[in-house]
């Protein structure tokens, strides 16, 4: 027998940097995100004769020893939550290009939980505890494989606060995401491991308060539907951010000097027509930018300004 589940990802404008407990990811401050359901994961299972991971054929994706050891680990714990017997081969994949420097752990561990959430309702040994389960106990569940994944769960967006994930609403119900992709290396320093090198940062302290204060404003630009507004707070909490990478011990970063290059000619577009997109970076280099859907014709310019530095990859057009 075969059960699958899809799961999409999903950026942050309100960060989640910074974990209370490293072992189930609980964050240092609440973070807000969009979902973005082009870019998605795939996750199969299979009854075998041994828990293992393997590549999906038609959605391919690279994953290092490490990961695979991560995923699987996810996936023996669910197991045991779901109270499931057996061995099972875990494939997954994702639709968009794995050199790309997307790969993200939010719509993995996200279509993960969902997969053997399915496969549980069949197999489990306790049906009537897998038929209580809400969308919020599993994003709690997936949480504990990757923190942002438990944002994934909940669309078009996210508020994840201590007690959890929940779906939260805007006037704003579609955007249109495109991301400059820059670099299509690996990243030196992943983000668990970033999560634990921040708080050497003497700008830690304050960081979580700083966080906090930016998602009530965030959150209240929006409801007002003050746009601008909305951007210079995103900004600023993504550079914020990365102000932490930098000035951690040992510091360490993802922007590259296109990535800052890229940063200005939005930052510069946005000083010429009094408007553009909000824009953020995750622990990457690729550059996020999220449009309203009548600023098609903003989209399409930036797109072309921005091609001078790097790839634009429409996301809903995967
Ligand atoms: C920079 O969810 O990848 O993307 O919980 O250790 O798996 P783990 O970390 P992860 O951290 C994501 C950090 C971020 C910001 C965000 O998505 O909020």
Request: proline share 3%; with cysteine; hydrophobic share 40%.
């Amino acid at each position: 027998m075969k059960w699958s589940a899809e799961a999409p990802s999903n950026i942050a404008l309100i960060k989640y940097m910074g974990k209370t407990d490293a072992s189930s990811n609980v964050p240092s401050n609440a973070s807000l995100s969009y979902t973005l359901g082009g870019l998605r994961t795939r996750v199969e299972l299979e009854s075998s004769a041994q828990d293992q991971w393997q590549e999906l054929s038609e959605w391919p994706v690279k994953l290092s020893e490490k990961s695979k050891e991560r995923f699987l680990k996810h996936f023996q714990f669910l197991k045991k939550t779901f109270e499931v017997d057996g061995s099972f081969t875990v494939r997954s994949g994702n639709n968009f290009p794995s050199d790309c420097g997307l790969a993200s752990s939010a719509s993995s561990f996200a279509a993960l939980t969902l997969a053997v959430f399915e496969m549980a309702k069949d197999q489990s040994s306790n049906k009537a505890m897998i038929e209580s389960l809400s969308l919020e106990d599993l994003s709690a569940l997936s949480r504990q494989g990757s923190g942002s994944s438990c944002r994934s769960l909940f669309s078009p967006w996210a508020l994840w606060k201590s007690e959890g994930a929940e779906s939260i609403k805007f006037p704003y119900d579609l955007l249109l995401h495109d991301v400059l992709i820059l670099e299509e290396e690996k990243k030196a320093v992943s983000s668990s491991e970033a999560h634990k090198r921040v708080t050497s940062s003497a700008l830690f302290v304050g960081r979580v308060e700083r966080a906090e204060t930016r998602l009530k404003d965030l959150a209240a630009a929006l409801n007002l539907k003050q746009w601008a507004n909305a951007f210079e707070i995103t900004w600023a909490e993504m550079w914020d951010m990365h102000a932490l990478f930098e000035t951690s011990n040992p510091s360490f970063g993802y922007m590259t000097g296109a990535s800052v290059d890229a940063l200005h000619a939005v930052k510069d577009f946005w000083q010429e027509q009094g408007d553009g997109p909000l824009v953020t970076m995750d622990a990457g280099p690729n550059v996020h930018l999220l449009f309203r859907p009548d600023q098609k014709a903003f989209r399409d310019e930036l797109g072309k300004r921005l091609a001078n530095y790097g790839r634009v990859l429409r996301t809903d057009s995967l």
